[in-house]
T-cell receptor
Framework: GAGVSQSPSNKVTEKGKDVELRCDPI?????LYWYRQSLGQGLEFLIY????????KSGLPSDRFSAERTGGSVSTLTIQRTQQEDSAVYLC?????????????????FGPGTRLTVL | ELKVEQNPLFLSMQEGKNYTIYCNYS?????LYWYRQDPGKSLESLFV?????AVKQEGRLMASLDTKARLSTLHITAAVHDLSATYFC????????????FGDGTTLTVKP
């Protein structure tokens, strides 16, 4: 079946511009995550959506970053007034809780990422 | 705040050798995951460990979990070049929350 998809795969923008990154999770997955990975670094958690619950925004680095998830499916990560330090690969992942809908979340399935370069 | 520490961060080993990667975490957890990332690629899931004493094996990789010690290990047996990648462990807390905290990753290079 289809995995997690992200678009665009690459985005080059000028400092100060706004960008939108899109994530299509695996159908039926209730949880969706956004991470940021700088070159040669680990994963930095940004935001987490679980079903209809309020999102966990604790990882967003500044108020220039926001994300929404429409209809419990597609998510958009928006970065306003981009800065050069925003350059990174932005990874989206989704997970389920298994057929019962309860219990600990299963492993996360990651999309291919969007490589953002801010000039 | 949950902290996850992996060591070593960089590992260079010869084909045919064995080695272990360690993942320590600071808070009681009920689940631990291992992921692999090839250069320029995204992450793929390797193992899901959900209970104390859990052991999972796939090919030359074996993962285990000791929740009392707050430690997971990823053991590599008779390494081959194809295992060269970065390996991340991720720890979750609270059964009802999906968020996991990732370690910094261990970059493994297997040389002939």
């Amino acid at each position: 079946g289809a995995g997690v998809s992200q678009s665009p795969s690459n985005k080059v923008t000028e400092k100060g511009k706004d960008v939108e990154l899109r994530c299509d999770p695996i159908s039926g997955h209730t949880a969706l995550y956004w991470y940021r990975q700088s070159l040669g670094q680990g994963l930095e958690f940004l935001i987490y959506f679980q079903g209809n619950s309020a999102p966990d925004k604790s990882g967003l680095p500044s108020d220039r970053f926001s994300a929404e998830r429409t209809g419990g499916s597609v998510s958009t990560l928006t970065i306003q007034r981009t800065q050069q330090e925003d350059s990174a690969v932005y990874l989206c992942a989704s997970s389920s809780r298994g057929s019962s809908g309860r219990g600990p979340p299963r492993e996360q399935f990651f999309g291919p990422g969007t490589r953002l370069t801010v000039l | 705040e949950l902290k996850v520490e992996q060591n070593p961060l960089f590992l260079s080993m010869q084909e045919g050798k064995n080695y272990t990667i360690y993942c320590n975490y600071s808070t009681t957890s009920d689940r631990l995951y291992w992921y692999r990332q090839d250069p320029g690629k995204s992450l793929e899931s390797l193992f899901v460990l959900l209970s104390n004493g859990a052991v999972k094996q796939e090919g030359r990789l074996m993962a285990s979990l000791d929740t009392k010690a707050r430690l997971s290990t990823l053991h590599i047996t008779a390494a081959v070049h194809d295992l060269s990648a970065t390996y991340f462990c991720a720890v979750g807390i609270n059964t009802n929350a999906g968020k996991s905290t990732f370690g910094d990753g261990t970059t493994l290079t297997v040389k002939p």
